[in-house]
């Protein structure tokens, strides 16, 4: 069977990391203002589609990843048994623990046998590579802990090395699984979003959520715009900064062009609902603990906590899209969000509530610069220190200000919305300082 190239294996253990790459291309003419930037370099961004798989036997998917473990598990322990490889890269390690573990030719016996006989190649080395993670994760831990154990048992999703999978689309993919006594192809169906044209398709692996059996795919999608902070303000790309609230509006934001122009402003509505449906949630699990006396109900209250996360997550993702749709119809370069200090957050973040608009902004922060990245957008953050301090209209201070209503008054008497006047300043601020700012 052939070798797997190092290359691709350090790609393959990238699964569940959203990253960015860049490489220099030939350089191009500087970009007009108001076009889209490009220096002449590209880049690509990596992001984990998730599908639902179905399948005639589920229960070999289980038997599968129960094999996989127990194989990461005996390379775990023969890294950390072996002292000298422990200062060794991950794929000299792997290159090591297989001349110990697997006969060689010319008769070469090894020194630890791996206890399973026939055991397709990319499948130990999937599991291999899961296994030396794993216990360079330990060895870091320890570093600074010498009280951490070693783990017992390892559970970790199959990752799928071509060679374990064929026939292989949005709609279906054919896996090569152990059912207990033998290895066969079992054919799965999948449903969810289509896969982005010209992607890049790397090894899947099949997760068991909950209530359903998930493919998680790793797609790498180029971008040919990787223009820096510093080159798309001089060529005067437009902007969008961003306010988020506590009230209706997940966020409040303002474009402007290079000049400081406002061109629009958009609300991202629909917290209330938000905050309606986890209240619904929060009630049920309640109940569920009032009925038996405080304690935790198994499955039960499992399953209301598996809806608020899978909640959050869906309106963190939807917002986050929404932000993009709305940069790129207004052809907005550049995304500025707030940045405040740590201390500041967390008092915020507490008064707000765990499953409130301003908290859910965690989530659409984490989504957006990867989001962004693969349509050619920039994703930043300037402190906002006094943005909600003054009239975005006037400069006066700030007389009066409404948490509740998102309203504000300025002794000028200027009024209107608090969180609108924040992005504003928010905005202003960025103008003015990005010379400084940006390196």
Known sequence: MEMISDKNNN???????????????????????????????????????????????????????????????????????????????????????????????GGRIPSDPLPWQKVPLYFRRAAANEGIASAKSYLSRFAQDEKIGRAEKLNAAVTYYKGMYQDFSAKEITLRVWTGDTWTWMHCRLSGRDFPENARLMSPSVVFEYKYDMLHVPVRQNNENTATVRQRMQAGCRILCIQFTNSDAFAVGVVLDGTGQEIAVKFWKGGKEYSHHCRKLLQKIQKSQEATGGRQTGRVDQKYWM??????????????????????????????????????????????????????????????PYKAWKNGILVIETYAKGISETCSVCGAPVKTANRKTDEYTCENGHRGSRSLNSARNLSHKCILQFGKQVV
Not at 69 to 98: K, P, V
Not at 322 to 341: D, N, R
Not at 342 to 357: A, Q
Request: charged fraction near 25%.
């Open 307 to 368: 809806h608020l996360k899978h909640l959050s997550e869906h309106y963190a993702h939807e917002i986050s899209s929404q932000i993009i749709g709305f940069c790129l119809e207004k052809q907005v370069s550049l995304i500025v969000l707030p940045k405040y200090k740590k201390e500041y957050t967390d008092y915020v973040m507490i008064g707000s509530g765990n499953w409130s608009t301003m908290h859910l902004s965690s989530g659409i922060r984490s989504n957006l």
């Open 11 to 105: 790609l393959d253990k990238l699964y569940y990391n959203d990253f960015l790459c860049k490489k220099r291309r030939t350089k191009m003419k500087e970009p007009e203002t108001g076009k889209k930037e490009n220096t002449g370099k590209s880049g690509y961004s990596i992001t984990t589609w998730r599908l639902h798989l179905w399948c005639r036997h589920p229960e070999w998917l289980r038997t599968t990843q129960e094999f996989y473990n127990r194989i990461a598990e005996f390379y775990y322990n023969l890294l950390l048994n072996h002292t000298d490889l422990w200062e060794m890269g991950s794929q000299q390690a792997l290159r090591e623990l297989e001349i110990m573990s697997i006969p060689g030719r």
